[in-house]
């Protein structure tokens, strides 16, 4: 099949000290008919429907308060609802959809779980999550993880990695659409970027913007890609290729278009981003502007890539003392830090 190719081109992939091999799509389905089925429990559409409100439920909840929060309930979810259901009676249908659901309930989880900075636990879910897609044979949800290990091996700084990932996704994914396009080519931006192929990277970013420019309606279930998102890519794209002040001027335009149901996380991880930025091209007032306006809304937030951002802060800031605002935004967010324990 196209799917075990691009499985062949992924496996022994290794991120962090977790060496990840993907499961093949018999892989998964041996192992779902392997589940003792319990005869006394039966599902239906119902039990379908009510894992995905779960799931959109628990990312709102990841979202606004980070992943530190939400990974516990959604670990809880999968374990005490999802697994059983896994193990219900039910029909062929409605056993796929319970298998994708489940595929990306571990998805999600285990997003949750590299928000924490648990990035060997992320793994590991998503590796089930790929097993739950190749059972229920649904190409979306597979190549929507695989995607995701492309986020977490970017955030951890392996431009190869990345690339290698974002680009099996999108030779993955089973449509075409600009909106699908437009998802996987940022990412594959992103990944090219990181790996230092300028050419690929900016070819990828140009599908993108292209794509975009093709759409008529939002985007699909699994995930959100706009003009905002775009910029985001541009940004960290211009980033990894030496373009500093071009990644803030991205970036800024970044939070010109967000809307406003997008992640809370993310405008506090983007923020961080932007003021080291800001400081690297010499824009102190600025950056302590902007450090000061994550710091307001850290203490709701908890989330291990956000406490990232305000010890990066800490570092930044600590050959500026000098100067009355960098030594009282660099105080300011010790003391937080401090008080997080982090």
Known sequence: MHVDATRRAVVGAGIASVALTIPAWHDGTGRAHAVQVNPHARIGQAEVSSVNAMIDRLKVIDGEVGGQYARPMASAFLTNTVAPYLRATATESVRKAMLTAASMACYFTGWMAMDEGAHGLAQRYYVKGLELAGAADDHMAYCHIL???????????????????????????????????????????????????????????????????????????????????????????????????????????????????????????????????????????????????????????????????????????????????????????????AQRGV
């Open 147 to 337: 995607r995701g290990i492309s986020v977490q091996a970017a955030n951890l700084g392996h431009g190869a990695i990345a690339a290698r990932y974002a680009n099996a996704a999108a030779d993955t994914a089973p449509i075409s659409t600009p909106y699908m396009r437009a998802f996987m080519a940022g990412q594959q931006a992103h990944g090219h970027a990181l790996a230092g192929s300028k050419g690929s990277a900016m070819e990828c970013l140009h599908e993108t913007e292209r794509a975009l420019d093709k759409l008529t309606s939002p985007g699909g279930a699994h995930g959100g890609f706009n003009y905002s998102t775009l910029a985001y890519a541009t940004a960290q794209v211009r980033h990894e290729l030496g373009d500093t002040k071009g990644s803030v001027e991205s970036l800024h335009e970044h939070f010109k278009l967000r809307g406003p149901g997008e992640s809370h996380r993310s405008g506090l991880i983007f923020g961080g981003l932007l003021a080291e930025r800001q400081l690297a091209i010499g824009h102190l007032d600025a950056a302590c502007a902007t450090w000061n306006r994550v710091l307001d809304d850290y203490p709701a937030m908890h989330s291990g890539r956000v406490d990232d951002r305000v010890r990066s802060a800490v570092k930044c800031l600590a050959p500026h003392q000098a100067n009355n605002t960098a030594r009282h935004t660099r105080d300011r967010a010790r003391v937080l830090l």
